[in-house]
């Protein structure tokens, strides 16, 4: 089968999205999963590729990515950089015609690294400091002439949907909450009249600029149930993260940087309760009232989205108000830790057998339960991930064994703290854990052996005692 072409049909998952996934604010459900499920089957890696290339091996692949993994720590790199210089790596060898050398590993690696830092960096390191880190087996000129070669070689196909990727979005699905906005936004737009004073008493306010009026009516009765306990959230989910988020200023927005714009607040009759807002946020920030699937409606904050006053037609993916809306929200400590778990699989060349979301949904399987409801999430049956769960589950137990309870999220300085999980970190001893899993690996396949030689004994027996009867 040619690399790089669809896989065969009998790994082909569902294709309508979990019922998890139907968030307009994530897009249409429908094509975002669809679009997901094509690019995880159309790249595909060559399991049998070092039968092929006689000079490198397993171990060489290995200790390559243990070396990156390292480098894309201590340059603070995300994640997911690391996972797309895993996957240029694996294509690129395993289209070459050519026998690799292994010398020219660390070169290939470097210029991996090199071309996803392009890809998902802001600020990309430059070649130059990556070639420091080989301590002079690349040069800079090298990796700039086999960069170009790597992309051709690879199709200038560089955003594929890692294994990574998959689990952050398994993960804010399986936390993800339904907020059903409590009150109603009313906003017009226009020009306040010239006997109108200013909100704010400001003398300096100019006649015939574009102002806005803005009120939140209560959708519900005056219930003390209907309150956030904002003590008692923080009790009830220690892992979650808070969703609010610094946002741009009204004058960011989509109505006009040259716009000023007057917020003034209007009490209408029959209103249960009427706050006024001030736009210090031109999106709206969901508060939470607690964690799960209960049916409970959720309040919206006083604050409201102004960046589409104006506008018509809204896209699948805007979020307004009385809109029906989910917010995901990432366990960023539990997904440090099955990201560590899923870097260590990822070093073993018997990841290349499985599709990324299978390696995702396998990790997610051992580490959570009930099993139901995660296939139902992933769109894989057991029975289609069971080598992909069997293979996770020895990297599951070394990792727990060797590394300390609760993976922290790591503490830098120079990164924001909502963006500290997706830093990439290093695990030490990452080949003697390679080590002991595949020993692992072994006493489970004798084991096995030795039950199947029992059974078909037994079998065997029954059989002849039988036939002695007859």
């Not at 604010?25 to 070092?50: A, I, T």
């Not at 040069?139 to 002439?145: C, H, K, M, P, Q």
């Not at 219930?223 to 988020?245: G, H, K, L, M, Y």
């Not at 409201?304 to 037609?313: E, F």
């Amino acid at each position: 089968m040619k690399i790089g072409h669809r896989t065969p049909p009998r790994h082909k998952r569902a294709t309508d999205p979990p019922p998890q996934f139907d968030s307009s604010d994530l897009g249409s459900p429908q094509k975002v999963w669809s679009l997901l499920c094509e690019k995880d089957e159309k790249l595909r890696r060559d399991p049998h590729v070092f039968s092929r290339q006689k000079k490198i091996n397993a171990k060489m692949r290995a200790m390559l990515l243990d070396w990156l993994m390292d480098v894309c720590a201590d340059k603070q790199l995300h994640r997911e950089t690391f996972h797309l210089c895993i996957d240029y790596i694996d294509r690129f060898i395993a289209l070459s015609d050519h026998q690799m050398q292994p010398q020219r590993l660390q070169l290939f690696g470097s210029t991996a690294l090199v071309i996803a830092s392009k890809v998902e960096e802001i600020y990309p390191p430059k070649i130059a400091e990556i070639a420091e880190y080989t301590d002079g087996c690349c040069s800079e000129a090298d990796i700039r002439g086999i960069e170009e070669i790597m992309l051709e070689k690879l199709d200038w196909t560089c955003y594929p949907v890692t294994a990574v990727h998959w689990l952050a979005l398994f993960m804010q699905l399986m936390s993800t909450d339904e907020v059903i906005p409590a009150q109603r936004v009313v906003i017009s737009a226009g020009k306040r009249p010239l006997d109108t004073p200013s909100l704010n008493g400001d003398s300096s306010f100019i006649v015939g600029k574009p102002s806005l009026e803005v009120s939140i009516e209560s959708a519900l009765p005056n219930d003390e149930n209907n309150q956030p306990d904002d003590a008692q959230r923080v009790e009830s989910r220690p892992f979650v993260p808070s969703v609010s988020s610094p946002c741009p200023s009204p004058s960011s927005s989509a109505v006009g940087e040259d716009v000023q714009l007057e917020v003034s607040s209007v009490v209408f009759a029959g209103a249960s309760r009427v706050r006024r807002i001030s736009f210090s946020c031109a999106y709206p920030r969901m508060q939470l009232c607690h964690i799960g699937s209960s049916p409970r409606v959720l309040l919206h904050t006083t604050r409201a989205d102004i960046s589409y006053v104006g506008h018509n037609s809204y896209s699948s993916g805007h979020i307004y108000p009385d809109q029906r809306c989910t917010v995901p929200k990432l366990m960023r400590g539990e997904f440090v830790r099955m990201a560590a778990i899923l870097d260590l699989a990822m070093l073993d060349s018997g990841c290349l057998r499985f599709r990324y979301s299978e390696l995702a949904t396998a990790v997610v399987l051992c580490c959570y339960e009930p099993e139901h409801l995660i296939c139902q999430l992933t769109g894989f049956s057991p029975e289609k991930v069971r080598d992909a769960r069997a293979y996770i589950e020895p990297f599951v137990r070394v990792f727990d064994l060797n590394e300390p309870t609760g993976t922290a999220i790591p503490c830098l300085a120079d990164v924001p703290h909502g963006d500290r999980h997706n830093i990439q970190t290093y695990t030490p001893k990452c080949l003697e854990h390679l080590e002991t899993v595949q020993q692992i690996r072994k006493e489970t396949e004798s084991r096995r052996k030795a039950v199947e030689l029992r059974v078909a004994a037994r079998v065997r027996k029954r059989k002849f005692g039988s036939a002695m009867n007859l």
